[in-house]
């Protein structure tokens, strides 16, 4: 058989591609233009200089020139100063001793320390690496074995003691239950395990020429054995974290040395979109980025805490981190592979920003369209705000890339990849400008233990533009020609490669060619418009482009378009003097030209600098179904051949005519799909339609299509997510797919189909759609008041269709105001140049969690907007009562849940902006805090009010005929189902109610259910009526005699005993007063009273005899076998027995406290004794108070519990004791007892159990919470 040919010449030029935009050819022709003497920032995830390409550009400067993690994730509060070292150490914030290096200098001799928690800091998939190493190397390596010789023990008493023994004595029996809880607690903890990460201590010193940071990754104070690093912007070190994590981190140092910066990367996203822009293989020439001579600025928005997620603080700070920078050198590009969707276009604060940066720095900047396609109108924000400045890039595939990055088993033609987001943004503005690669083989952070990888998106398309932009302005810089970002932006527009068989709204003018761009550039330097950018204003609502969505057979429509020149601007002519004299002489005459029949727009426009009024007339009427595009082009009739000077976009949305029939069939068709295949339909349902069903199949069996499928409503002030499915199917001659998806009546829909683009080979396939709908007559929400009884809602249906309402409620959301409210100035890295002072806002909330469950804070006002939002900051941290941080959350709350124990915890919000009033009016800002039901509640349904009321026949489900009206009545929550303890003003309980029988229906048509609460029932107890019938004199002496017992366990010394004394004196044979004055010398709850095993106890034997006798006038006084006998009983049929009961638990809790203050006392004299015999009658004694005690609780009471690590620690029963201290730890943590814990894991030789715990306390028990 002879071998099949191998072809030895891989395809690398297909890895990173550089052929189709013409890269490789022009660098060829100019190698001097290869992004020398350029900056590009990236405002991404973060940097690696360490990564393979980002050392050095072309001619061996250092690449990555500054690094800036804008988050704060990586800030570490340093304020704290320390200036005696003893010993050669100081003490960090952890408590650990660190050890000072005699080779550093420190003139000022003062050290600044503070702590960073590095998992704050790992990418998720890093965190997850570390844990397993971690998990394998000190925990199994320790609890495995500790947990065999557990169990051996276990197994030796059972064999030796247990089978020779049936009846075990006291001692044994003990001891029986001693060896069985150490097995118990290890499977506990390790039931429990949670790594929350390492604490390093940070030292920050100044060595009189620039600030010096060492990180102690040994957690042990052997700072020499840690990274020790200067600013980056001066020394340009970097180091990896520690050699298990290959993260590379750098500093940087702010308000004087009071925040240490420590940068990371929070994904490797960042440093593959570098590599793409400006890598440099100086041996492998193919790997290089697209300009390899460009400097790289690190500026990293994406924040680790959100999972990479970026935030106004991030892209605000970037910003200005950019206007900064400009005063010692020229940034020329930003490339941000970042975005969200806004609800709205034109508005924000942070977009705002990234226009002053284009407009008044000169900066071009590049940004990636979105991976939400291939629905229209689906490009984020950025590119969509309210200045259209930036170029926005869609991805390309070329066939190159299939074969060789892809390994595709065929070439595929070129096109937009399927899930390229497409414009245009909701006004109407082309979103998309051009089209680039979007994907690429190309280095990743060293964390990732990759060399290179292979990613896809958008996110890889803007850094091939925006590295084409630094070439293009690297040769401009050479050949001494003027430019603007408005001028590169124009030239890349009217150069442009349009692609025949890509849409218009994925590709923009079309793809990238540089050598074209570069000729517009140098040929076109000085015509008038070149710092000029054209503002387009459309229709009532401003728009920057036309975008039109008509109803069939509409009238033609007259839009209003004002279009007025804007000039850039220079951040260092404060003065604008080179501004107005090009104000006052630009005049242009244009010729405007559109090649649709349908639009009819004037001619000519003279445009100087002022506002220019323009009418255009649309006749859609005409136009057959589907999506329109066209423009109107302005040439300037000086020099037509450099193309247009500006475009109006206009995009029109066509619906087809079909109506759904009596089954709800819309339309039926077939299709012959290849790779990029996209069908489109634009439908207007009926008001009464509320979903829709898509349904595909193919009769070829041979063949397996993937299509991606995307439906979606585009409504006022909502994102394109708001109303959409997308979902990836598979579709065989077996299996054919159903895609279900919700419908709002009224408003134009689209369904897209399209086959995925490396699904290679044609499909024939047969589709239908179909319209179904309920609709309730409450709209998108039914609101229920618990004070207004059975509410209704009317169902209207678009054709006979089966009605089952389900109604059922998931959470509960109470609503808290703030504790505290705290308005301030930030620093310096907060001042937007020159000296706009950005405040912020921190509230604190406080709020108690009854049972384990799942949490969300909700903060409505600014939830679910970003980058349309009109404040920069929406940051919360939930921190336990410990200050242990437990969760970060942002803008979109969908995103951020967290499981809570039972406790009391604090939510602390940061709100910034540069307007002080704006903040002073959140300032009691009510938050909700969404909170996951143990079990959903349903809510009955009923055809009539009247069965409602009477909780008569339930509604079961009825067919819902087209045109006729069915009420439907939802019965209240009965009171029994609702947690009465923790009801505030405004509780309300949430969920979704469906009224559709259909299956499909009711995955895709639900609406959201809001239950109002009202107060619990006010029921008068017994208690009351008692009291009602006492004489006021009585309730004075009681409430006089509650108050000074309440006092006694406040007081201490000399006033406790005189208050003491007082009370026994006016109410004499009081047990209560008793019980508060042991209370008072000897807490019960309080931590620092527990056992300790490393110290001597620290009282006297007077101290402990005082108590004893003060505990045995209680027990003396209690007549515990008739108190017995009374707690035995079953039934108590008296008159008065709820009294009488009141009476015996209050006995029986008083018997229990001087037991305990007894027992504890006892545990002290042991370890006060010297003779053997004073031990062994004390430990007597102390076996008959424990019996006594058992009698009427169990050591977890949390009466009795701290006497029990007492009694554990005094036998030194280890296992018990640390069961015990669990115990409290859940209830509540302490930092004692989490010590405690650590002696008792140290008597029993489990090592790694103190070193897990050791380490873990500073991360739980913090001295301040952490900065935002």
Partial sequence: MADAPIDCEFPVWGLLPKKETGVVSFLNKNPLYDGRDTVIAIFDSGVDPAASGLQVTTTGETKVIERFDCS??????????????????????????????????????????????????????????????????????????????????????????????????????????????????????????????????????????????????????????????????????????????????????????????????????????????????????????????????????????????????ALVRACIKVMELSKKMKIDVINMSYGEHAHWCNTGRVGDIICEVVNRYGVSWVVSAGNHGPALCTVGAPPDIAQPVLIGVGAYVSPDMTSAAYSMRARVAGGAFSWSSRGPCADGAPGVTTCAPGGAVASVARFTLKNSQLMNGTSMAAPHVAGIVAALISGLKAKELPYSPYSIKRAIENS???????????????????????????????????????????????????????????????????????????????????????????????????????????????????????????????????????????????????????????????????????????????????????????????????????????????????????????????????????????????????????????????????????????LETEYTIELHGLKPSCGPKLRLLASEGPRGTSLTSLRMQDAQPNATLKYSEPVIRPSESKLSPLTSRDIVPPSRQIYQLINTYNFHIAKATEVSPIVSPLCDMLYESEFEAQMWMLYNSCKQLMFVGDAYPSKYSVKLEKGDYVLRLNIRHENRALLDKLQELPVAIQQRLPQPISLDAYCTRAQALTSGKKFSSAAVPSGSILPVYFAPVPSDKISRSNLTIGHTLTGTVTFAKDELGRKVDSYELQYVVCEPPKRTTNNNRDKEKTKPGEDYMEASKEFMTNWLTKLEGDKLEQVYEEVLEKFPGYLGAHIAYLHGIDSPTDPKKLPNADEETDVTTAWCEQLITTADKVIKQIDQEKLLAYLGMKNDTRSDATKIKQEHEKQRGYLIDALCRKGTALCRLKALAQSPAAKDKLLAQLTANMADLLKFTDLTDAKAIHYGVWHCFTLKHWGRAIKLLSKIQEDRPSREVEERLVQAYQQLGWDYLVKYTQLSIPIKYPSSYRPF
């Fill in 496 to 762: 442009a490669t349009f692609l025949n068989s890509v849409e218009p709204w994925a590709q923009g003018c079309g793809l990238i060619n540089i050598e074209k761009t570069f000729d517009h550039l140098t040929t076109y330097h000085a015509e008038p418009e070149r710092d000029v950018t054209i503002s387009v204003q459309c229709g009532p609502h401003n728009g920057k482009g036309i975008l039109l969505r008509p109803k069939l057979n509409d009238v033609p429509k007259d839009i209003g378009i004002t279009i007025q020149p804007q000039f850039l601007q220079s951040h260092l002519d404060m003065e604008n003097k080179t501004l107005i004299p090009r104000q006052i002489d630009f005049a242009m005459n244009l010729a405007l030209s559109c090649n649709a029949e349908w639009v009819s727009a004037p001619a000519f426009l003279s445009l100087a600098n002022t506002p220019r009024p323009v009418s255009v007339r649309i006749q859609t009427a005409s136009l057959p179904s589907g999506p329109h595009f066209t423009s109107i082009d302005a040439y300037d009739t000086n020099c037509i051949e450099k193309g247009p000077v500006f475009r109006i976009p206009i995009t029109v949305l066509q619906a087809e005519s079909a109506q759904p029939d009596s089954k709800g069939l819309l339309l039926s068709a077939s299709a012959v799909y290849a790779p990029h295949t996209i069908k489109r339909h634009f439908i207007i349902p009926p008001l009464e339609a509320t979903w829709g069903v898509l349904k595909l199949t193919t009769k070829d069996k041979e063949q397996t299509g993937r299509f991606l499928i995307h439906t979606m409503q585009l409504l006022p002030h909502e994102s394109c997510r708001a109303h959409e499915t997308q979902k990836m199917i598979s579709v065989t001659a077996e299996a054919p797919a159903v895609h279900p998806f919700a419908v709002v009546g009224g408003v134009t829909l689209e369904v897209v189909i399209a086959k995925y683009w490396a699904n290679i080979g044609s």
């Fill in 72 to 313: 704060g994730c990586g800030d570490v509060d340093t304020s704290t100063v320390i200036r005696k070292v003893v010993d050669g150490c100081i003490t960090g914030l952890t408590g650990r001793k660190l050890k000072i290096l005699e080779s550093w200098k420190n003139p000022s001799g003062e050290w600044r320390v503070g702590v960073l928690y590095p998992f704050s800091l790992y990418p998720s998939k890093l965190k997850e690496r570390i844990q397993e190493h971690r998990k394998e190397h000190l925990w199994d390596v320790g609890h495995k074995p500790a947990y065999a010789e557990s169990n051996k023990q276990l197994q030796d008493f059972e064999s030796d003691v247990v089978s020779k023994n049936p009846t075990l004595s006291p001692e044994d029996k003990l001891l029986k239950e001693e060896l069985e809880t150490r097995v118990e607690v290890l499977q506990a903890v390790e039931k429990k395990y949670s790594d929350l990460g390492p604490t390093y201590d940070c030292v920050l010193f100044h060595d009189g020429t620039s600030w010096r940071a060492c990180i102690d990754t040994s957690e042990s104070g052997d700072l020499a054995s840690g990274p020790c690093l200067g600013e980056y912007s001066i020394t340009h070190e970097h180091s990896h974290l520690t050699e298990l994590d290959e993260m590379t981190v750098s500093i940087n140092v702010h308000d004087e040395g009071r925040t240490l910066e420590v940068v990371a990367m929070c994904s490797t996203h960042g440093t593959h979109v570098a590599a793409i822009a400006a890598g440099y293989f100086p041996d492998e020439p193919d790997k290089n980025g697209v300009a390899p001579g460009a400097k790289i600025i690190s500026l990293t928005i994406g924040d680790s805490r959100l999972v990479s997620m970026e935030t106004g603080t």
